[in-house]
C-alpha cells in the first residue's frame, strides 16, 4: 500500500482537502473555480514521475488531482460515451436524465468553441458536459465529482498520457436538413393566425404545422414558447420554418430551393381563370380564404422558375403579381412585370399596410376582400360571388376560375 510522503502532510494540504467537502452548484463553471485557487500546483509533490502515477490512480487520493489535470486527459465526448455509450452529436434521443422518457428529447450538440453542450427539452435542463455528470450521478461534492473523473479517465483514456482534443464537427457542404417536431395548435397559435383570417383548416390544407422544436443537420435550434410561436411550412419535401415574434435574423429557416413553389401543390392541376402571384404563403393563405387562387416563390429574392411559369401559362388564362408595397416589392413587381409580360398591382394606399395580411390585420377582412374583388373584375367576372352580408359563397369556391 502506498504511504503518502510526510512532506504531503501540512496546513497547505488540510485547507485543500477541507475545501472540497463544499457542495458545487451544477451550473458553476468549472474553469473559472480553476482559476480561483484550485491550481495544478495544489498536487502533493514527489520525487518521480512512478509516484504521481500512483497518486493520480489511487481513488483514495483523487482529490489531490485538480480538476484541469483530468480534463485533459478526457474528452466531453468520452465523458457522455462513458454513460451512454457510443452516440452521434446533435441527433436526438431519449433522456437519460429521465428514464421515464418515451420520446426521444435530448441532444448533446457542439458549442461556437468545441464543447459538447447538452439540452433536455423535457426539461429545459442544459449545460456543459460536468453539469452532465451531476445531474446523471447525483454528485454533491467536488471530492465525488474529481473520483468519477478519475474512473472516466482510467476507462476512456487508460494510458493518460494524452491530451483530449476538444470535439470537432465534420461539416456537410450539402444542403441543410431540417427536421421537425409537431404539436396540436395552440391557443396561442390560434390566435396568432386569426388576425389575418386565416382558419386551422386552411393551415392544415397548405400544411402549416405548429411545432416543438425543429432541427438542421439533426441539431436543435429553435423550440416553441409561448412568446415566441413557431410554425412548418411543409412544401414538397421540404420545409420553410416561421417564427412571427423573433428578430429579423431568426424569423426565418429554410431549405425551399426556387422550385419549392408555395401554394403550388394546393393548385387545380387543370388551371382556371386568374392565379395571383404574390411573396409569402401567409398572404396565400389570406387570398385562399377570400376565394382567389395563389402561389408564392420560395423567398422574396426569387421569382417563379421560367419553365415552372410557362407551364402555368398553359393552364390559367390570367396571371397576374400581387407584391409588397414598399421599396423592394414595387421594385421587383415591375422588373417581372416587365420581364415576364405580366400585369401587377398593390394593396391600395388607403389599408396603410404593405401586403394583403397586413391590410386585413389593419383593415378587417371583407374591407380587403372587397377592394381585391372589385379590382380584379377586369380579369373575371364570375370573382368571389358573394351573398348580401358580403360572405363568399362557399359553395362554388373550389371550382372559382374554372
Known sequence: MYVL??????????????????????????????????????????????????????TKTAITMSLRDLLEKVSDYDIYAYYLGSFKPGKLMNSPLRPDDKIPSFAIFPSK????????????????????????KGIQTREELERELLRIVRKMNPMSGEVKPKYV????????????????????????????????????????????????????RGVYKEDNPMYAYKVFDKFKIYRPLASKYTKWRTNLTVRHVQGLEQLNPDGGNLLIITKSLKDVMCLYEMGFNAISSSSETTFIPDDTLQSLRSKWK???????????GMKNARQYSKQYKLDAIFVHKKFKAKDVSDAVKANGFFAVKDWLTKTVERYDSKCNRSFPDGNIDWSSRKSLYS
Open 318 to 328: 390570367h396571371i397576374i403579381i400581387l407584391y409588397d408595397r414598399d421599396v423592394a
Open 5 to 58: 510522503p510526510r512532506s504531503s502532510v501540512g496546513p497547505r494540504n488540510v485547507h485543500y482537502m477541507a475545501s472540497n467537502k463544499k457542495s458545487y452548484d451544477g451550473a458553476h463553471d468549472y474553469k473559472q473555480e480553476l482559476k480561483s485557487g484550485y491550481r495544478h500546483s495544489e498536487r502533493f509533490e514527489t520525487d518521480t514521475c512512478h509516484t504521481k502515477l500512483k497518486l493520480m490512480y489511487s
Open 169 to 220: 464537427k465534420t461539416v456537410d457542404s450539402g444542403l441543410t436538413d431540417i427536421g421537425i417536431v409537431r404539436q396540436p395548435f395552440t391557443e396561442v397559435d390560434k390566435a396568432y393566425w386569426k388576425q389575418f383570417h386565416i382558419s386551422i383548416d386552411t393551415l392544415r390544407y397548405f400544411n402549416v404545422f405548429s411545432i416543438k422544436y425543429f432541427l438542421c443537420n439533426s441539431i436543435v
Open 113 to 136: 468553441t468545441g464543447d459538447l453542450l447538452f439540452k433536455d427539452h423535457g426539461t429545459g435542463e442544459s449545460g456543459n458536459a460536468i453539469k452532465f455528470m451531476k445531474l446523471y
